[in-house]
């Protein structure tokens, strides 16, 4: 069983040491039959930044290539990004509904407990950042 998460991609931009590769991300629905007609389907593109010291030369602009990263690291941003943020409106709720009784106040506060949170995960980005690791796996000339 494959533990990577992984895109297919073009090369954009190569510059001391970091590949950029711009990838179609899409929603899990975009490949249906009927995705046209219908708006869950969504498809994105996006710049990835590839940290390869040694071996960035091996790359050229326009290049196919397939980008991967564990789904581990996938887990994390996840965590990070929704289920943390979630926890942190559900605590903020209870608390000031528990001390206050106002539904209107703790509603208020459960949605400014994100904004120390956000911020935090901001001035952390870089440390975080370490955590998701994308490698270039191979060319893909099927792509």
């Known amino acids: 069983m494959d533990d990577k998460i992984k895109h297919n991609g073009i090369v954009e931009n190569i510059g001391q040491g970091i590949v950029r590769v711009r990838i ?10 009927v ?7 969504e ?6 930044d590839v940290r390869c010291e040694k071996d960035s030369n091996r790359y050229e602009v326009g290049q196919k290539v397939t980008i991967a990263t564990s789904s581990s690291a996938v887990g994390r941003a996840m965590t990070v990004g929704f289920v943390l943020p979630f926890i942190v409106m559900v605590a ?9 009784g106002n539904e ?3 509603a208020l506060m ?3 407990a994100l904004i120390p949170y956000y911020l935090l ?7 975080l950042s370490k955590g998701v690791v ?10």
Do not use: G, M, P
């Not at 709720?93 to 528990?98: A, E, S």
């Not at 995960?121 to 440390?127: G, K, P």
């Open 92 to 100: 903020s709720l209870l608390l000031v509904l528990t001390f206050t």
């Open 121 to 127: 995960v901001y001035l952390l980005r870089r440390q």
């Open 43 to 48: 498809a994105k593109e996006k710049i990835i």
């Open 35 to 41: 995705a046209s007609h219908c708006n869950a389907a």
């Open 104 to 106: 209107q106040l703790a």
């Open 24 to 33: 179609l991300q899409t929603s899990a629905c975009a490949h249906c039959k």
């Open 110 to 112: 459960a949605v400014l």
């Open 134 to 143: 994308f490698t270039i796996e191979d060319s893909n000339e099927n792509y």
